[in-house]
């Protein structure tokens, strides 16, 4: 396991940034989840500019005491660090770099290869038409190089390539630029880069609903496809976005077992559990599926009423049992956000809504669902 040196008192920190007394207390007295996983794996969540630029100051508080590892959301995907072609923008992913190095913690980069949230030029030619295949791979790798090596020996581990599995049938996202012009040379060609801009550095490949057993199948050919070609990938990241009641935990618990008889270590990347109704009954978690809203869709926007504050609570116990007896495989568990208020699913896949699918509320408290994880946690020490 990794070890970080021990960071201040939550209480002198927070009389440090003025923090609101009742916030600061409230936080204080919860467990804190890493010191509950010390021994099992580290614990982290996605972090944005507001943690990092220090202006949250009770979610940095939050982050501080709770957590051992960070990611960026948004800062290192192409569209915010590449954004022209020639130009980087750096600002964001340096101050979470700063940010996380001033406190010790193993910092995760995402992600450098993706289908979504890379811009359109990336895959165009100077005339604006279709790019060939040997100059795509040489811009991947040109791209890949510069981001990696920029924050060589701090940046510790990277998702190199993200959901390039399809969900119905376990093969490549051929529908997608990178996989119709590269197909899994591209795939190769980041891992390679990466490895190469920074021999250290871990690297993961990294998807959602692992709990299907056919992607699941796809996921793990896929990952041995590059071990066979004698290039470094230390581990399989599954996202986890969960319902209440989806995946069943029969199946998040194979998922784990599957990655462990493959040979591959595991990451949990970007753990969060909706408590909202999805449109169709849709469980993935695919970006650019968008649905309209209605009042059926959104029923919690004055509160969370303690019933299924409670089904939260135990949805996570249930998650974090899991994870902790697969901890000879897992390494980490990452929330995808800090608080409900910094979550994605109130925007997705309907706009607006207001979701609670995170350990605290949207003024940073601790919810039960945080003691019901700690508790999961420190019940399978004993």
Not at 349 to 378: C, H, M, N, S
């Amino acid at each position: 396991m990794h070890t970080f040196p021990f960071l201040p008192p939550l209480l002198a920190l927070a009389a440090a940034l003025n923090l609101p007394s009742a916030v600061a207390a409230e936080a204080a007295a919860a467990p804190a989840l890493k010191t509950a996983a010390d021994k099992l794996f580290l614990v982290g969540a996605a972090v944005g500019p507001g943690h990092t630029s220090g202006r949250d100051k009770s979610g940095v508080a939050v982050i501080e005491q709770h957590f051992n590892t960070i990611t960026p959301e948004n800062a290192m995907k192409w569209e915010r660090i590449h954004p022209k072609p020639g130009r980087y923008d750096f600002k964001l992913a340096d101050q979470l770099v700063e940010f996380g190095q001033k406190r010790g913690m193993f910092i995760v980069g995402h992600t450098l290869m993706w289908h979504s949230q890379t811009p359109a030029w990336v895959f165009e030619d100077e005339a604006g038409q279709p790019i060939s295949r040997e100059a795509l791979l040489e811009r991947l790798r040109e791209h890949v190089r510069t981001v990696v090596g920029r924050y060589r020996g701090k940046v510790h581990g990277w998702d190199v390539v993200n959901e390039a599995i399809r969900d119905e049938d376990g093969t490549l996202r051929t529908d997608k630029p990178w996989y119709a012009i590269l197909g899994e040379e591209g795939v190769f060609a980041a891992f390679a880069a990466a490895h190469e801009a920074d021999p250290d550095a871990e690297l993961y490949y990294n998807d959602y609903s692992l709990d299907n057993p056919v992607k699941r199948a796809g996921v793990i050919k896929l990952a041995q496809a590059i071990r066979a070609r004698g290039l470094r990938i230390d581990g399989i990241g599954s996202q986890e976005h969960c319902l209440l009641h989806w995946p069943q935990i029969e199946a998040v618990d194979q998922t784990y077992a599957d990655l462990k008889a493959a040979g591959f270590k595991a990451m949990v990347t970007e753990l969060d559990v909706s408590v909202l109704p999805r449109p169709g009954n849709y469980t993935g978690a695919e970006v650019s599926r968008r649905q309209a809203s209605s009042r059926d869709m959104d029923p919690y926007r004055k509160g969370l009423p303690a019933a299924q504050q409670q089904a939260l609570a135990q949805r996570y116990r249930e998650l974090f049992a899991v994870f902790a007896k697969h901890h000879d495989t897992i390494q980490r568990v990452t929330l995808w956000g800090v608080s409900d208020a910094d979550s994605w699913l109130n925007g997705w896949p309907i706009r607006g809504r207001t979701d609670y699918a995170l350990l605290f509320d949207r003024e940073d408290r601790a919810k039960p669902a945080l003691a019901a994880a700690v508790d999961a946690l420190q019940t399978a020490q004993r």
